[in-house]
């Protein structure tokens, strides 16, 4: 392992200009109790042996899209949060940016030859979300004409990579055939309670209404074939699945399931796709945006849980399909989520970049 008193590039977590920079041993898994940065942390350790070049400050932030405590285009931000998919205002003033969520939104659904409240609702939010991040496209678009007629700033280059996994443990790899559990989920039902004024009160949001819709399905499946292990539990919020203590018995049991749910979260995107694909499990899930990451992935997308009875029945009834997604599934993880995949991915960028300058 190299020594992390020898990288000549800086890391930091600098989550909010009030809590300030966290120093960031890349070495360390779980800094200042920031497990979320878990996964980046193994990531930046493969992009050290590949990039070729040094003195980089990297800042590692949730959604801080306003100011850095500096500038230049040594300064590579990696944004991990931001699921309004907006753009930084700083995008001028830095060198690249690696971005979780992306910077485009999709709808998911199609409310018009498909109409449901889920999918009512879920272009409602896509509305609000995008009068929000409209503003910030449009700085970016004026910030794009203004370096074009100046020919001085530059526009910071966006990656897309993988949310990774919020606090996953690296087990053996259990072939499916032996594992315990037919079915899996674990996870919030609500984001939070939200002030009697607000829409989301009122309407409920897609989050909440599409795993209800999951949930109903999952217990119909189970009364009517009571022989698989259906194994479900809703946790009070996001992150109680990946805390120190639940760390374990969270991936325990993900690496003794066969299909993992993963319903959508606030955004389409969720950390449940990436921690059931690096143990290998069959993936059931909702829309994805086309990223470098999804697109083709070995997963099973439906458009209405309604349809997860008759997808299980037909995967549970099939053990060569069921292993040869589970395969494929491990594959995947490897060639496109691992976290030397994506460090490389990070550092070829940055390399080209750099040369290119």
């Known amino acids: 392992m190299l020594d992390s008193q020898l990288l000549s590039n800086k890391y930091y977590i600098y989550i909010t200009p009030e809590e300030g920079l966290i120093a960031w041993d890349i070495y360390n898994p779980n800094p200042a109790q920031c497990g979320f940065v878990a996964y980046f942390g193994k990531v930046f350790q493969f992009v050290e042996k590949i990039l070729k070049h040094k003195g980089l400050t990297f800042y590692v932030t949730m959604a801080e899209m306003n100011e850095l405590p500096q500038y230049g285009e040594n300064v590579i931000v990696v944004m991990l949060g931001d699921e309004l998919c907006r753009l930084p205002k700083y995008v001028d003033q830095i060198g690249a940016i690696f971005k979780c969520y ?5 709808v998911g659904c199609n409310p018009l030859f498909k109409p449901s409240y889920l999918n009512f609702v879920t272009v409602i939010q896509y509305l609000r979300n995008l009068v929000i991040r409209l503003p910030w496209m449009l700085k970016y678009q004026f910030k794009k004409v203004k370096s074009w007629l100046l020919n001085k700033m530059e526009i910071a280059p966006i990656y897309d990579i993988p949310l990774g996994y919020y606090n996953s443990e690296d087990l053996p790899i259990k072939d499916i055939k032996d594992r315990l559990y037919d079915v899996f989920f674990a996870g919030s039902a609500i984001h939070e309670p939200y002030p009697i004024w607000s829409l989301q009160y009122w309407l409920r949001t897609p989050k909440t209404i599409s795993r209800e819709q999951m949930m109903l399905s999952a217990n119909r499946f189970q009364e009517k074939y009571p ?17 120190s203590k639940a760390a374990n018995s969270y991936s325990e049991r993900m690496m003794n399931t066969k299909i993992c749910l993963a319903p959508r979260g606030t955004s389409f995107e969720t950390y449940r796709f990436f921690e059931a694909i690096k143990y290998g499990c069959i993936v059931i899930t909702e829309a994805l945006p086309s990223r470098w990451f999804y697109d083709n992935s070995p997963v099973i997308e439906i458009t209405d849980w309604d349809d997860l009875e008759s997808t299980l029945e037909k995967l549970l009834s099939n053990e060569q399909l069921m292993q040869e997604i589970h395969q494929k599934s491990l594959h995947w993880w490897e060639t496109k989520c691992s976290e030397a995949v994506v460090g490389e991915y990070i550092a070829n ?8 300058k």
């Open 102 to 106: 992306g910077t485009n939104q999709i």
């Open 349 to 356: 960028n940055l390399n080209s970049l750099i040369d290119s």
């Open 227 to 243: 022989e698989f292990k259906v194994e479900s539990s809703i946790t009070p919020a996001f992150g109680a699945n990946g805390d």
